[in-house]
């Protein structure tokens, strides 16, 4: 087997790909609020995501015999995990707990065979609400010098539109295989309907941007470029795309703004 896409398919198919999506976010609001957060949370939130992500995919394929080197890695990432979180407030250790619930709840089944997936239009809300939760309000809550401001409200607002407009590549992607039962959005409205709403969005994203105050001025840039790819994203999103079109670039796209609003900082 060739080595580099070998290494592609464990960085994109273990799901670390999107676990440093989740970390990018994740900085993307430190540096928005200026937070001083503790470096145990950035490994939670890596951690977690990357846990996470691996749980859902192995139940969701029903693919329970995986390899030793898989059992060591989330042993260990596990037993970090434990041992990080017992750490925080106990503020922190119940929003960790029900964003783990919630996301437990996502495949496993209890009642009826039913999981929170399978709720009928819940899917991508479901997601956007733990990945907003996640990457603004823990480091919110675990951050020696926070502020609730208006600006919060208004950027965790942000982020959950961000997320949903963020997964309407996969969810076309998936409409052929997902079960007409989860009425996703491209299910209920089609995919030019589906983009047309992805589009609203995204600008409604850049109006709230410009009601906070002050306007940073090194995060509204890297947002707008951000929002523009993203914008591009969906315009060239279909049913039939490579096998990495979402898997890999459109999860990239908060890497990108994470480092677009490092470099705009810096200068």
């Avoid at 329970?64 to 503020?91: E, M, N, Q, V």
């Avoid at 002050?214 to 840039?221: L, S, T």
Wanted: aromatic letters at 16%.
């Amino acid at each position: 087997m060739n080595f580099f896409p070998y290494l592609r398919w464990i960085y994109v198919e273990k799901h670390i790909h999107v676990a440093l999506a989740v970390t990018a976010f994740t900085v993307i609001t430190v540096k928005e609020f200026s937070l001083q957060i503790p470096f145990t949370l950035w490994v939670v939130i890596f951690t977690g995501t990357f846990l996470s992500y691996n749980f859902i995919s192995h139940f969701k394929s029903r693919r329970f015999r995986i390899i030793k080197w898989d059992i060591l890695c989330y042993g260990l990432a596990c037993l970090s995990l434990f041992y990080l979180i017992s750490h925080f407030s106990l503020l922190t250790i119940l929003t960790l707990i029900l964003m783990g619930l919630m996301t437990f709840l996502y495949v496993v089944p209890l009642r009826h065979g039913r999981n929170l997936r399978s709720v009928s239009g819940w899917k991508a809300f479901l997601v956007a609400f733990v990945w907003a939760g996640v990457t603004v309000l823990l480091p919110l809550e675990t951050s020696t010098n926070t502020e609730w401001t208006t600006g919060v409200a208004l950027t965790s607002i942000q982020r959950f539109i961000i997320v949903l407009v963020l997964l309407i590549p996969f969810e076309i992607r998936d409409v052929v295989t997902d079960s007409p039962h989860l009425k996703t959005l491209p299910q209920l409205f089609g995919i030019r309907r589906t983009k047309q709403i992805g589009y609203g969005g995204i600008l409604v994203c850049v109006l709230l941007e410009f009601v906070k105050f002050p306007i940073q001025e090194a995060h509204a840039v890297s947002l707008m470029v951000f929002l523009i790819f993203l914008g591009l994203s969906i315009y060239m999103t279909d049913v039939k795309q490579s096998r990495y079109f979402a898997s890999f670039w459109v999860e990239a796209l908060p890497i990108g703004w994470w480092l677009l609003f490092e470099l705009i900082s810096s200068l």
